[in-house]
């Protein structure tokens, strides 16, 4: 144990003196956040010294390895083919396998519209339109956004899509039973997915980093992360600070580069919040009330919560630097809910259970604007633990327990609602589906 310490030590200043000199710091940080956390699940399965001194050898190792390191004294200069310095948008056309992928698919679709079309303008320009709202899924395509300062967030400008232009691959808690579902209901087709265990999605949260869909926790592994890869979900060696099997949520932030993941089913962990920023995990900290179940949404830019299964309170919330700040309370007590910030800025919430009528399945379509929380629609049916994303002018939400797949319709100026309609039923009854807004034919 004294070698492994005088080891440490001995890395520890190393790594001091190298980095004044180093113009790559928090990359640094990052890296090492990473060797750390490789080096405490090495170290948590010893039983003796000579374990110990392979896990501390196997951290050096990656410590010399990071920009700013042993290896790579000056950073990234010396280094530019480490993951950490490596920028995945540029030449993209050349380097982004994903990118590829997606700009092909695009292509082809045009290439097939175009081709199909009657000699009428109109065809020809609605070609176009698609073509460029499906470049607009890409990796590294540049998108106007507005942010917000502190925890910065970042609203992407919605440019309407027709239903029919939208597919959506939906992974249930079984892995093997997803499915990609179409914006107007006229196909629900089998998807392909691969991964560790077919339970691998149950009750995890989800959120999009860098473009690319993540999952976190839940019940097959409460820390995992993991990504989708084409049509693979590979699990990341970072793993979350907490165990969040149930209750938890996840949301994009700051434009998409990280993911702000909170609660969790027991204890503490109902009042803990990290932060994921594609490399390292984060930030653990705690606000004042509890929210499971109450799930994560975006209302003037700032992440927000709403009630709680446990505590069947009414509570709402915003997340800044500075902490957690009441907002109007929600007119019911509230859990099991869907959250979907809007465009103008006003958050979405959408069916959950009604405490103050014991738990029962809620049809009622809220919006909190301008400090005030109004009913402004009603779901076809009542329903809870459903799932929803907003694409175009549209949200599409994914009922549990009346397996209802509803979209609501927003008109283009000033977002109010115009619509809900039915559109297909989940093919049994999947409870917080992951959903992913990708092109025709995805995996199937």
Known sequence: MRFL?????????????????????????????????????????????????????????????????????????????????????????????????????????????????????????????NYTQMLFLCPCIEQQTTTTTEISTTTTQITPIEPSDVFILVIPYLVDKSYLQSGDGSSQISATINAPDNNYADDAAHALVNGKLHIFGGYYDGTKIARLDDCTLNELTVRLNEERRSGHAALSIENGKKVLICFGPYGDIHKTCEIFNGSTTVSTFAPDWTHKYGGLGLYKNQPTSVGCYEEEHQKAETLSATGWTAIPDHPKRISGHSLVGLENQSLLLIGGEDWGYGGVDQSGIWQLKDENWNKIGELLQADRSGSAIYIGRSVYYFGYESKAIQRLDFNEETEDLQNVAQIRNQPADYYYPVLFQTVPNYCI
């Open 5 to 129: 310490l005088i080891i440490l030590i001995n890395l520890a200043q190393a790594s001091l003196r190298q980095r004044d000199s180093c113009n790559d710091q928090e990359i640094n940080n990052d890296c090492s956040a990473v060797c750390d956390a490789e080096y405490f699940n090495c170290s948590k399965n010893c039983e003796n010294s000579d374990c110990l001194r392979k896990c501390a050898e196997e951290v050096i190792a990656c410590e010399n390895s990071c920009p700013c390191g042993a290896d790579c004294p000056t950073g990234c200069v010396d280094c530019p083919e480490h993951p950490l310095c490596a920028d995945e948008c540029e030449d993209a056309q050349l380097n982004n396998n994903d990118y590829q992928i997606c700009l092909n698919a695009a292509i082809y679709e045009l290439d097939f519209c175009l081709k199909t079309c009657p000699p009428e303008i109109g065809c020809h320009n609605s070609c176009y339109e």
